[in-house]
């Protein structure tokens, strides 16, 4: 079992920046992949971001691929997501998954975290 640990959520105005960090402890592996989902009022949880373990490779959804950014300290087991330009859409609480990368990004994981809300005003 992994758990997950999510920090760094808040209040922003459109057009500002905030970093949100996840860090996984328990059963962490070297197959564990990383990712972001977030879920607005009302709407089904979406896809944001995801990160492969080994390689490093990103994956993006369309409507933050240019202005989110993730990253990952493979030695700390913790992922970053840099949201930049951010936009009222943006508002919702944001989940970190961990698990293979076909899981993370098919929101099909096994481990989440227990969310971080992120406010933008406009």
């Known amino acids: 079992q992994v758990q997950l640990v999510e920090s760094g959520g808040g209040l922003v105005q459109a057009g500002g920046s905030l970093r949100l960090s996840c860090t996984a402890s328990g059963r962490t592996g070297d197959n564990l992949a990383m990712g972001w989902f977030r879920q607005a009022p009302g709407k089904e949880r979406e896809f944001v971001a995801a990160?492969?373990?080994?390689?490093?490779?990103?994956y993006y959804s369309d409507s933050v691929k240019g202005r989110f950014t993730i990253s990952r300290l493979n030695d700390k087991n913790t992922v970053y997501l840099q949201m930049n330009n951010l936009k009222p859409e943006d508002t919702a609480v944001y989940y970190c998954t961990a698990d293979r990368i076909v899981l993370v990004r098919s929101g099909k994981a096994g481990s989440w975290g227990q969310g971080t809300q992120v406010t933008v005003s406009s």
């Open positions: 990160i492969s373990w080994t390689i490093g490779y990103t």
